[in-house]
């Protein structure tokens, strides 16, 4: 059963597809009831954006579909629309100018999530024996250059769990704020380092998801999934410190059961995480962009290099696939077989020969 902050996630994104959906086609309907059992609300939220981007630029940028609204578009008209204006939309998105007079960059990652919107659109249309084509299929998905994964080493993780404990390196004003906040920010960092948790699970952790009997905490996965997390003995020192402070603050209202508060003892979100984060990292590993991400990289780092066993580190991860996780950590996986190559020895190590001759070969017994 998800929890109260999951039910509230789940309600906010029902609403913004539902606004969404006002501005779109009425085709549109039919398709996001479609693949309601299929899809995450998430997923279908960021589709209806796309979809509503791709529609504007049609209408206000192709000649062949000034005729029409965004709002008056049919099938027949989605029908027509060729590859090599999906191409033109592709390249469009590059770089251009919204309706609040911004500029936006879309790289292959962003192109590429477009795409399969309307790819799932077509082909869910196509199905239906609505369209007789199906345009995006032909279109290359953009190639996503893989970055290179940010981790931290073990003693960047100790100067910044110290960075937190002490403070130091904080302005003066950050330095008040810490003193209010310092035992939250510790058990949050040793959570991420710890455990691997995502910043969508943490923000979500409730008072009662915590079992100190077991050092396990209940999260809820993408998707609405329950799962068990187990936290080490630093994890559970830092969460029993911060507990002990929790139980004295008063919630406002609708935010009793969240775990981790603001100062206006509200439910923390993911920016104001992200921004904590940020606030420590930039004090002790200035010369590296830190994130919640990387902190969870780090920590699957961590348990691969200790075990070896990429399984466990995609249960633990939540991880579905497991190509996904042995993708991430391939480079970890080429340091490993280095390793293997130096470890298994043929022979015993031959004295070097001297003046450069050649060793002598023991004669036979």
Do not use: W
Request: charged content about 30%.
């Amino acid at each position: 059963m998800p929890n109260d902050y999951a039910s509230v996630q789940y309600k906010e994104y029902l609403r913004r597809l539902k606004e969404a959906l006002a501005e779109l086609p009425p085709f549109c309907e039919e398709f996001f009831r479609g693949i309601e059992s299929t899809t995450l609300i998430r997923t279908r939220y960021a589709y209806a954006v796309d979809l509503r981007l791709f529609f504007k630029y049609l209408v206000g940028e192709l000649d062949s579909f000034q005729e029409y609204s965004v709002k008056a578009l049919t099938l027949a008209a989605l029908d027509r629309v060729t590859a090599t204006e999906i191409e033109m939309f592709l390249g469009h998105i590059s770089l251009y100018t919204n309706e609040e007079n911004a500029e936006v960059l879309n790289h292959e990652r962003a192109k590429a999530r477009k795409l399969s919107a309307l790819r799932s659109m077509y082909k869910y249309f196509l199905k239906k024996e609505k369209i007789t084509h199906n345009s995006p299929a032909l279109v290359d998905i953009p190639v996503i250059r893989e970055k290179s994964i940010v981790r931290l080493e073990p003693d960047e993780v100790a100067n910044l769990l110290d960075a937190v404990q002490s403070g130091e390196g904080l302005s003066e004003t950050q330095k008040k704020y810490h003193k209010l906040t310092q035992s939250r920010d510790l058990a949050i960092l040793t959570l991420f380092l710890g455990t691997g948790i995502r910043i969508s699970e943490l923000v979500g952790i409730d008072m009662d998801d915590i079992n100190f009997n077991a050092n396990e905490f209940s999260i809820v996965r993408k998707g609405g999934k329950q799962d068990i997390l187990v936290f080490g003995d630093e994890a559970r020192a830092a969460l029993l410190t911060y507990m002990l402070k929790r139980e004295r603050l008063s919630a406002a209202e609708g935010h009793e059961n969240a775990l981790f508060l603001s100062l206006q003892n509200k439910r923390l979100t993911v920016r104001a995480i992200e921004n904590l984060v940020k606030k420590y990292a930039s004090v002790a590993t200035p010369l590296k962009k830190i994130s919640p991400h990387k902190l969870r990289s780090t920590y699957g780092t961590s348990l691969y290099r200790e075990t070896g066993d990429i399984y466990l580190v995609a249960d633990v991860l939540g991880h579905r696939d497991v190509n996904t996780t042995r993708k991430h950590y391939a480079a970890i996986s080429e340091d490993r077989r280095r390793l293997a190559a130096k470890v298994v020895k043929l022979r015993e190590d031959a004295p070097k020969p001297k003046n450069g001759a050649k060793s002598e070969e023991k004669p036979e017994d």
